[in-house]
């Protein structure tokens, strides 16, 4: 490879050195790039705490951990890896990055509200990793009462503060965006001209703004009534517990869409790119987001099939479930009818793109198996359920995350990464990922339960490879650290537009100005208008 | 927002209608209406929000996206509260023990 110089045109990364032009910064790159170091340590914290379970998980006995520490082990990873990962990571790195890029934008509407969501971020973290460093909280990332509020002898209260505040964070992007994309595109972008990847962001912001005020709340109630025993969610001091797992739910089956919706705008710019077509059915692909996350608000109580809500909320709970499964099809079909007669490239981004549509799909399906009454008694709080989600948030959002984060890291950073190591570093995680959580389909199914650090010896082979898995899945998530640092300083220079791709940002500078764009863009357009560009170069 | 600044008679007027109401809040605490105690004392809080969100926060005068960002929060939380009842006042509905 290539190893130029570096770039010597002024950007948004060389224009200022000091520490206190990054932290004071109002630059919505700068402040992505915050963001992305942020959420990075707590995916290694998380990731950390995952490998202590698989650890624990090797053999059918509980010989690394007492249950109780078990118990604080996989709350740990299920909280920083929900809250302070999942969450934040697309929308606010890439969003944050590219939401102005891709309107014709100088920056985000609030410069000043952006920077205060990252340090919001990073306080709730530092409560978080307060309640970690002070022996942790073993409640599950559920904090279901009335253990939370009436057993539990841990650090709920710290922790439960820690997501509160960084509830506030997503708040505070999600009104960012969507002022901004109201209010601030470039003059020629119309709705149905913007980037899949807005619609998707914008859809996002509507659920982060609409919903994390409702667990918020939850949280704090959960607080009063450790602290001064009022009555809301304990049975003994005539509260209903059933009620925090309503209110908990009502933002957190949302929040799983606030984890995907932001990755399948990420494949929709992947897919265009990687095939030089249009999305097809763009859309049908556009509205499936605001209608995921319209439907996704009433579905929740798919998580409450077997406590003690009424059997006839569970049958529209039921029914709902399948119908927001419509929207997230007609996104897969329209994606698989663009690679149709595409002139596809196997990219590492293209890669993830491809691994992220056979693990959502596995994902997507197997919750259709969750969302039926009866099948949902015999696997619910079992290895299935843990499976399941796994393939969505973490076989979706990761795998789509990563694929974005391939495909803008020349615009973020203005360098190459090394293309072999990066297709081998997909291959990996898909191989890894589907070894680390395919056994737990089949343990699951099987009856093994969730959160229990011991097991009968007849699991323990699907164990062994479901550890197997992760530490490749480990290694898979090493190896792109390793060469997206390296590329900064010995990356090839990418220019503009490596890819060819269509889109605002690709037609500014690598790395970007501050303003963005030397001059307001004028959009004359559609979005992934390829057969366009084909014409041109012809 | 809309640079619509509304008289200041408007306001005190606004205000002494939620100064009117707080006390009728007060004041219906202490006639039992049986079943209707919560929709009224419901009903007199609905009523102060709305003047307070309507003309205090400027929400009367604001453009359209404004309006129907209030009114999709409101649809969310009447959202929040019809599926949670649905399922308080759904128990023993299907006749299935316990649920």
Not at chain 1, 61 to 71: I, M, Q, R, V, W
Not at chain 1, 333 to 357: C, D, E, K, V
Request: aromatic share 16%.
């Amino acid at each position: 490879m290539d190893t130029a110089t570096a770039p010597t045109q002024t950007n948004y990364i060389n224009v200022a050195h000091t520490a206190k032009s990054w932290l004071l910064t109002r630059d919505h790159k700068r402040i992505a790039l915050l963001y992305l170091i942020s959420v990075s340590v707590f995916f290694m914290i998380g990731g950390l705490f995952a490998l202590l379970i698989r650890l624990e998980l090797l053999t059918p006995a509980g010989d690394l951990f007492e249950a109780e520490t078990y118990n604080k082990v996989f709350t740990m990873h299920g909280v920083a890896m929900v809250f302070f990962f999942l969450i934040p990571a697309i929308p606010a790195t890439l969003g944050n990055f590219l939401v102005p890029l891709m309107i014709g934008a100088k920056d985000l509407a609030f410069p000043r509200i952006n920077l205060l969501s990252w340090y919001v971020y990073v306080l709730g973290g530092l409560f978080t990793l307060a309640a970690v460093i002070g022996g942790g909280v073993d409640t599950g990332w559920t904090f279901y009462t009335p253990y939370s509020t009436a057993a539990s002898n841990t650090h709920v209260i710290l922790t439960g503060l820690g997501v509160f505040i960084s509830g506030f964070s997503s708040i505070l992007t999600g009104f960012n965006f969507i002022v901004t994309i109201h209010k601030m595109r470039a003059p020629g972008m119309t709705w149905f001209r913007l980037p899949l990847f807005v619609w998707a962001s914008y859809a996002t912001s509507l659920i982060a703004i609409l919903g994390t005020p409702v667990v918020a709340i939850a949280i704090v109630l959960v607080a009063l009534e450790r602290t001064l025993h009022i009555g809301v969610f304990d049975p003994t001091l005539g509260g209903d517990p059933v009620l925090y797992q309503h209110l908990f739910w009502f933002y957190s089956h949302p929040a799983v869409y606030v984890m995907v919706l932001p990755a399948m705008g990420v494949i929709s710019e992947l897919i265009a790119a990687f095939t030089r077509k249009e999305i097809f059915g763009y859309k049908f692909v556009a509205f499936s987001s605001l209608a995921i996350a319209v439907i996704g608000f009433f579905v929740w109580g798919h998580h409450m099939y077997v406590s003690s809500q009424s059997a006839f909320a569970g049958l529209v709970f039921s029914f709902l479930t399948y119908l927001v499964a419509v929207p997230s099809a007609v996104k897969v079909f329209n994606w698989t009818a663009t690679l149709y007669r595409g002139s596809i490239s196997y990219q590492a981004p293209m890669l993830y793109a491809f691994g992220f549509l056979g693990l959502f799909l596995i994902g997507g399906l197997t919750g259709l198996f969750l969302g039926a009454l009866g099948l949902d008694v015999h696997v619910h709080d079992t290895y299935f359920v843990v499976a399941h989600f796994h393939y969505v948030m973490v076989g979706g959002t990761i795998m789509a995350y990563l694929g974005g984060l391939h495909y803008w890291w020349p615009k973020m950073t203005g360098r190459l990464y090394n293309e072999g190591w990066a297709k081998f570093a997909a291959l990996m995680i898909f191989v890894g990922f589907n070894l680390t959580f395919f056994p737990q389909f089949l343990l699951g199914y099987m009856g093994m339960p969730r959160r229990y650090h011991m097991y009968p010896e007849e699991w323990q082979v699907l164990n062994v490879l479901s550890t197997a898995g992760a530490t490749i899945l480990g290694v898979g998530y090493f190896i792109p650290t390793i060469y997206l640092l390296w590329s900064l300083k010995k990356g090839e220079v990418a220019g503009d537009n490596p890819w060819g791709a269509t889109g605002l940002e690709w037609q500014t500078q690598s790395p970007p100005v501050t303003e963005n764009f030397p001059v307001t863009p004028v959009v004359t357009e559609p979005a992934y208008a390829y057969a366009h560009q084909e014409k041109r170069f012809a | 927002m809309s640079d619509h600044v509304a008289s200041r008679g408007l306001y005190v007027a606004i205000f002494l209608a939620l100064m009117v109401l707080t006390a009728m809040t007060v004041a219906v605490t202490y006639i039992d209406m049986g079943n209707a105690n919560l929709f009224v004392a419901m009903g007199i809080a609905v009523t102060k929000a709305t003047l307070v969100v309507l003309f205090f926060m400027h929400v009367f005068w604001s453009d359209r996206l404004i309006k129907v960002t209030v009114v999709t929060s409101l649809v969310f939380l009447v959202i929040l509260f019809a599926f949670t009842l649905n399922d308080y006042l759904g128990r023993g509905a299907l006749g299935v023990a316990g649920r």
